[in-house]
């Protein structure tokens, strides 16, 4: 459910009109609803209402400074996966005991920063990392909570891309290796074991591959428990899919109805890093056409937003609905919808049956708020689009667009190339 909807033909964000904003801010331009953001993120919370759990909002998926304060005031923490997005969290006021902390390749100043920000835990991915962690807490002299985590060997039934959870996958530690793992991390002398994690891939359209890794990862804290070794904080990944098209996926409390049960009478306190779920559907893509060209077997709508803006169709061929924002009668076109980027892989829609539009009008890409922006790059040195909240009547300008001195700010020449 979002609040991007046509009233009077026109297409509205929540109470404003989008061509006004469009206008106001220029185009590409990024518009998120809070209150669908809103309403996104307490469906999690709710849903796990009852149980002890911490909805850790996964940053990769949109981390403007605005909607993770948005989240923070509503008790969201936070999962991060770089110093980066740590910094951004924390400046969000995100509590530091509600960030985890995963990813393969973290290095000692993350790990470092991360300790003395004092996270809830890092999510270690490899043996290698967790005697480094060891390390560098001893370095500092604290204390270091980890998770371990484990790569269920489930299939996601997802794009390849964004699956993760299989033996094949540079992500985790294969299920088969873990109480080896859990021994060598209660040995090491810095480390708190304190959790488990896994996290088997992204847009997953079904409840069954959440429930069958949960039900693995469950066996295997029996085992630990049966070891002495004692598990608080039960981390089970990233959130649903969404619907790009017209699939109806399942909410939050579908999720809840089938994992609660198996955690019933366990003393855990359950973590999710929802992303996709939460910003995907909240968020557009306004873009203007530039121009039409009719090519010999399809025409091609040329628009102002590029891969750089929008990298999902070209890099996964993600499918994105696209339509104008003004509904009338128009004729059926065979259409791609391109960006202005020198690369044949800059398009927004492949072979699209679609509305008739005209030279100057604005086109929105739905579904755009994760993966979307934080994404985005400066290719073909296009200055990054501008972020706009819209909450009921009013709108806000969350991110500047960038300038072409932004382009160039952390560039230095050389003396000996002085004019
Ligand atoms: N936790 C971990 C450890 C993750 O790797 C991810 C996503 C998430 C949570 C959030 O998953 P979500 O709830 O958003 O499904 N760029 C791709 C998606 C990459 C996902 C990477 N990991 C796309 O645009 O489809």
Redesign the pocket.
Known sequence: MHLFKYRNRELLAEDVHVKKLAEKYGTPLYIYSYNTLLRHFKAYDEAFDGYPHIICF?L??NSNAAILRLFAKNGSGA?V?SGGELFRALKAGVPSKKIVY?GVGKTEEEIRYALKSKILMF?VESENELREIDRVAGKIRVRAPIALRINPDIDPET?P??S?GLKKHKFGIPIEDALEYYKLASRLKNIDVVGIHK?I????TKVSPFVDALKRILILVDELTGRGVKIQYLDI?????ISYREEEPPLPKDLAKNLLPLLDGRKLTLIM?????IVGNAGILVTKVLYLKKGVEKEFVIVDAGMNDLM?PS??G?YHHITPIVKKKRRTILADVVGPICESADFLAKEREMPEVRQGEYLVVMSAG??GFS?SSNYNSRPRAAEVMVKGEKHYLIREREKYDDLTTREKLPKFLNL
């Open positions: 996964a990769k998926a999962d996966v995963a999510n794009h891309y964004i993760t996290h891939g992204s847009q997953i990944g990233g959130g649903l899919g890093e929802p992303g996709r779920s999902r890099l996964y993600a994760a993966y994404m």
